[in-house]
C-alpha cells in the first residue's frame, strides 16, 4: 500500500525567514506528485506538479518554488515568507496523470507566519 | 471568478438524515469530476468519481452528473455524525489531466 509522509507537521515562522517542506510517497515508483495550499476554511489551490525527477511545473504564482530531487520526494521550499503564506500546505500523488487520474493526499503541514 | 462554485455553503442535517451538496462549473472544458471530503485537521480524502451522465453510488454516497449543464451533486443518505466534514467538488479537463481545480466547499454538519 502507498503511504504519503509529509514533514513538519507544523511550523511557526517570521516574516521573511525561509520555508521547505517536504512530501515523501512510499510503495509507488514514479508516482506523479502535487503540492496545494489551503487557507483556513477555504477551497485548495494547486501550486505546483511534477511528472517526474528533477522536473516541476508551475500552475499558480505564489513566490513558492518546488523541486524533486529524487523520485518519491517532492520539496516546496522560499527564501522569504510572506504573511499571505499561512495556511496548510498539502502534498498529493497520483498514478498517471490522465484526466481520470485520482489524487490522494497527505496529512498536510499547517504553516503560521508571524 | 470561481470556476467551480458549490451550494449550499453550510449545511445542517439530523443524524440519520439525508444531505445534499451541489457543485456546478463555469467552464465546459472540465469533464471529470469528483467528491472530496476533509475532516478537520486532516488532507481530504476522495470519495468518488463520476466521468458519465447520471448516477453513481457507493454505500450511502450517491452522486449525479448532468454534463449538459456542467452540474454535479452528492447525495448522503442515513448521515452520520462522522459525515461531519467539509466537502468539495474537484474537476478537470481531459487534455490537462494534472490539474485539478476545487469547488468552493460546503461544510455539512450532522447533528447526533
Known amino acids: 500500500a502507498q503511504t504519503i509522509h509529509q514533514w513538519p507537521v507544523a511550523e511557526i515562522k517570521a516574516v521573511g525567514s525561509p520555508l521547505s517542506l517536504g512530501c515523501t510517497i512510499k510503495?509507488?515508483?514514479?508516482?506523479?506528485l502535487y503540492w496545494y495550499w489551503q487557507a483556513t476554511g477555504g477551497t485548495l489551490q494547486q501550486l505546483f506538479y511534477s511528472i517526474t525527477v528533477g522536473q516541476v511545473e508551475s500552475v499558480v504564482q505564489l513566490n513558492l518554488s518546488a523541486s524533486r530531487p529524487k523520485d518519491d520526494q517532492f520539496i516546496l521550499s522560499t527564501e522569504k515568507l510572506l504573511l499571505s503564506h499561512s495556511g496548510f500546505y498539502l502534498c498529493a500523488w497520483s498514478l498517471w496523470g490522465g484526466g481520470q487520474d485520482t489524487q490522494y493526499f497527505g496529512p498536510g503541514t499547517r504553516l503560521l507566519v508571524l | 471568478q470561481q470556476k467551480v462554485q458549490q451550494s449550499p455553503e453550510s449545511l445542517s442535517v439530523p443524524e440519520g438524515g439525508m444531505a445534499s451538496l451541489n457543485c456546478t462549473s463555469s467552464?465546459?472544458?472540465?469533464?471529470y469530476f469528483w467528491w472530496y471530503r476533509q475532516h478537520s485537521g486532516e488532507g481530504p480524502k476522495a470519495l468518488m468519481?463520476?466521468?458519465?451522465?447520471g448516477d453513481k453510488k457507493e454505500g450511502r454516497f450517491t452522486a449525479h452528473l448532468n454534463k449538459a449543464s456542467l452540474h454535479v451533486s452528492l447525495h448522503i443518505r442515513d448521515s452520520q455524525p462522522s459525515d461531519s466534514a467539509l466537502y468539495f467538488c474537484?474537476?478537470?479537463?481531459?487534455?490537462?489531466?494534472?490539474?485539478?481545480?476545487f469547488g468552493t466547499g460546503t461544510s455539512l454538519l450532522v447533528d447526533p
Open positions: 468519481s463520476i466521468f458519465s451522465d
Open positions: 467552464d465546459r472544458n472540465f469533464q
Open positions: 510503495g509507488k515508483s514514479s508516482p506523479n
Open positions: 474537484a474537476v478537470s479537463a481531459g487534455n490537462m489531466g494534472y490539474k485539478l481545480t
